[in-house]
């Protein structure tokens, strides 16, 4: 069995050629979680393919906390770009590449994957929300409005994201408070994007990063005029 844990730590360091301590290090970061059994450390066939994926990733220059963010948001094989052959050989692939993802887009319109992502996350008019298969390919899009642009009120579109079922929810800027909802809740929020649906998705897929930071929290429905100034040049320019 790929998940079963077999392997000791002693084992799998000198497997991949590493030292104990630094595989310690990959679990205290949160990059790997052996089993404990008996108060020791099992690897799974599973584990050593997600070690060499991190192993390849720090050779390519990633450190551990872009590692971290980019697994976080891609699996490895489309980060480290692996071709189909590669990946049906690989045993990480066939376990976790049955990975489905629902994506909730803000959105300045309903123009599904053409849309515009929104500047700010509660205030967005609309919402779009993308489903991949397995292999992160869109199966389908569905635009919903906000029933909460117009209304403000603590955790009421986090609320609604929960409710759509999201893994991760996509915007330009989003409220502190509301970070904190969706991650409670385990959705994924993404800050910092900018540009069509189509083209974010391209490049969450593709394991880049976005430059945004969260917003502080806000006290009234006109909040966070640093990402609503910046929607209105954006849709200016357009």
């Known amino acids: 069995m790929e998940d079963e844990p077999v392997y000791t730590i002693g084992v799998v360091s000198k497997m991949l050629g590493v030292h104990p301590r630094t595989l310690r290090i990959y679990e205290e ?5 052996p089993r404990r059994i008996g ?6 066939e599973s584990d050593l393919h997600r070690l060499r994926c ?11 906390a872009g590692i971290k963010r980019l697994l ?19 045993s990480w692939y066939k ?25 700010h996350f509660r205030i967005a008019p609309f919402f779009t929300f993308v489903d991949l298969d397995p292999d992160g390919e869109v199966v389908s899009v569905e635009v919903k409005e906000n029933p909460f642009a117009q209304v403000h009120g603590p955790g009421l579109v986090p609320g609604f994201i929960r ?14 408070r509301a ?40 006290d009234d429905s006109r909040e966070c005029k640093k990402h609503q100034a910046e929607g209105e040049g954006r849709r200016a320019k357009d």
């Open 163 to 176: 409710d759509e079922e999201a893994d991760m929810v996509v915007a330009g800027g989003m409220g502190v």
């Open 95 to 119: 376990i976790h590449g049955r990975w489905k993802m629902r994506i909730a887009f803000a959105t300045e319109d309903n123009r599904g994957l053409e849309a515009q992502v929104s500047s």
């Open 39 to 44: 108060g020791k450390r099992y690897y799974s």
């Open 179 to 218: 970070a904190e909802f969706m991650r409670r809740v385990g959705v994924e929020p993404v800050v910092g994007a900018q540009g069509r649906v189509m083209d974010v998705l391209r490049a969450i897929l593709a394991g880049e990063e976005f430059e945004g930071s969260l917003c502080s929290p806000h």
């Open 72 to 90: 976080s948001l891609a699996p490895c094989w489309r980060v480290l770009k692996c071709p189909v052959k590669k990946r049906e050989l690989c």
């Open 54 to 64: 991190i192993r390849a990733l720090l050779e390519e220059g990633v450190n551990i």
């Open 29 to 33: 970061e949160g990059l790997i979680s």
